[in-house]
């Protein structure tokens, strides 16, 4: 091993940013910054553009960057192939077309790469974590929404236009009864079994706002209104999986995020709702396994960008 192998990868959330230097998988340190993203929302593509690099650009210049080859960059937008070009971002829709990695390279002088931040945790999961030997592996991202990453034959799919394995956006419920996504369509999993989405139906049924740890422990200590969600969310999860399954024909799934701290109640849920709608020769022959890597699947897959 030598030292020109540290990166610098970043985690960019909604709400928070994190940077690393990483060598060969190991976090040697890192520096976390609150990024308020909602500040974005009254700036032209142009303030967005420049709030955004010089954010990343002074993050960044935190961390030591001797013997560093460059910076990888998980993003929550939509890159076109490994351009570093991100097409456009759900949470900042002004944001079209906009050469992230090449600008920042230009401030940082250093080579730059960027791709989806749900891509990166299969990146991540598949070189450090849960997914470690399976050429083929399908990441779901558990968190405010949900985001799914794909890797296919070794190598991580994108999609023509970088939307590829848009997991949150499959539909599991139909008709005008069914609920709003943030996409703007209805019946998307995401409405149901996000972070997001597993708080506010919990709030709708039982009148209590509280986060999805909480209802868990409320589901542990006997709660059946809590139970009752985190049930329905799972088997909603495993509806889409098996979706993605019958299109893929992929035998292994990796989870991360928060929500994997319900793993006993989502597992058998996941797995009745996904053996449920497989077709039958492929009923009991999937996998479907938590994260090994806790909140590290993104930042550990930025890090790989650069290979
Ligand atoms: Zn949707």
């Known amino acids: 091993m030598t030292n020109t192998s540290n990166v610098i990868a970043a985690d960019i959330g909604g709400t928070n940013i994190r940077l690393a230097r990483i060598c ?69 829709p002004q944001l079209s077309n906009f050469a992230l990695a090449k600008k920042l390279s230009e401030r940082l002088s250093m080579p730059v790469t960027a791709q989806n931040d749900a891509l990166c945790a299969a990146i991540g999961e598949q070189t450090f974590g849960a997914g470690q030997g399976h050429a083929n592996l399908l990441h779901i991202t558990l968190g405010t929404g949900i985001g799914g990453g794909l890797i296919l034959n070794n190598t991580p799919y994108t999609g023509e236009s970088g939307m590829a394995m848009e997991f949150g956006h499959l539909k599991v419920e139909h008709g005008n009864e069914s609920r709003l996504c943030g996409c703007g369509n209805r019946g998307c999993v995401e409405a149901y079994a996000s972070a997001t989405a597993i708080s506010a139906r919990y709030n709708e049924l039982a009148g209590i706002n509280t986060s999805p740890k909480d209802i868990y422990q409320r589901a542990v200590n006997g709660n059946q209104q809590a139970a009752d969600i985190l049930e329905s969310a799972s088997m909603y999860l495993g509806t889409a999986i098996a979706q993605a399954i019958t299109l893929l024909d992929i035998r292994t799934v990796t989870i991360s995020g928060g929500l994997i701290g319900a793993w006993d109640i989502l597992y058998p849920n996941i797995m009745t709702a996904l053996n449920a709608n497989l077709i039958p020769p492929l009923q009991g022959k999937i996998s479907v396994i938590p994260s090994t890597l806790q909140d590290n699947a993104g930042i550990l897959g930025a890090s790989k960008l650069l290979d």
């Open 24 to 92: 060969d998988g190991l976090i040697l340190e890192e520096v976390r910054h609150q990024a308020d993203f909602s500040v974005l929302q009254n700036m032209s593509k142009l303030e967005a553009e420049q709030h955004i690099l010089h954010t990343l650009e002074a993050a960044v210049q935190q961390l030591p960057l001797d013997n560093v080859q460059g910076v990888g960059i998980g993003f929550p937008g939509f890159f076109i192939g490994n351009s570093g070009v991100l097409a456009a971002s759900p949470n900042i």
